[in-house]
Structure formats: C-alpha cells, structure tokens
C-alpha cells in the first residue's frame, strides 16, 4: 500500500504564511510527479504546484510567485511554502503523486486525504 499523509494547514490572516508537507509512505520504489492540488467549496480541484523528481516545476498562474513547491527524493516528501496568502487560496490542499514500487506497480494518481488552509481576511 502506498499512503500519502499530508500536515501543516491552519489557520492564517491574509498576508500571512503557511508550510504544507507531504510524506509518502510504503514500497516505493520511485516517485516521478509529486504536488499539490486544492478544492475550494464548490470548485472543481485544481493544480496549485508539481514538481518531478528532475526538480522541474509548474505553478498555477494564481499562485506563481507566492507559493514554492520543494522535495526531497530520498524522504520521498513533498513541501509547499504558501507565502502572501489571501482569502481566495482557502481550499482543501490535496498531496498527489504517481508512484512506482517495489514491485513494478505504477499508481499514476495517489492522494493525500487532504488538509484545510482558512484565510481570513
């Protein structure tokens, strides 16, 4: 079984800053894509940051120059510095990752059960 459990939500005044952080735990051989997605009441989930295990990485536009995504490959986690935050980032943020273990199983998509972020404003 492969897990993902994400921790660092809360919250936080406009302006202010969050730390996500996702680990993934079980026979994992390698971890290609890894990121963060978020769900909003009512919205449809959506990419907030992904990063593969090169150290490429892709931001939505909404967030592009206030969140950074990192990794570490050899703890096989995932963080997500949230910084300027505003009331419109409030979501469940989701951890997501595609997986392959020991023995040769590919999951494409395995996710996090997911963590509130509340901005007030």
């Known amino acids: 079984q492969v897990q993902l459990v994400e921790s660092g939500g809360g919250l936080v005044q406009a302006g202010g800053s969050l730390r996500l952080s996702c680990a993934a735990s079980?026979?994992?051989?390698?971890?290609?894509?890894m990121g963060w997605y978020r769900q909003a009441p009512g919205q449809q989930r959506e990419l907030v940051a992904v990063t593969t295990s090169g150290g490429s990485t892709k931001y939505a536009d909404s967030v592009n120059g206030r969140f950074t995504i990192s990794r570490d490959n050899a703890k096989k986690m995932v963080w997500l510095q949230m910084n300027s935050l505003k009331p419109e980032d409030a979501a469940v943020y989701y951890c997501?990752?595609?997986?392959?273990?020991?023995?040769?199983?590919?999951?494409?998509?395995?996710w996090g059960q997911g963590t509130q972020v509340t901005v007030s404003s």
């Open positions: 079980g026979s994992i051989l390698s971890i290609d894509v």
């Open positions: 997501n990752a595609n997986v392959l273990t020991n023995t040769g199983q590919r999951y494409p998509e395995v």
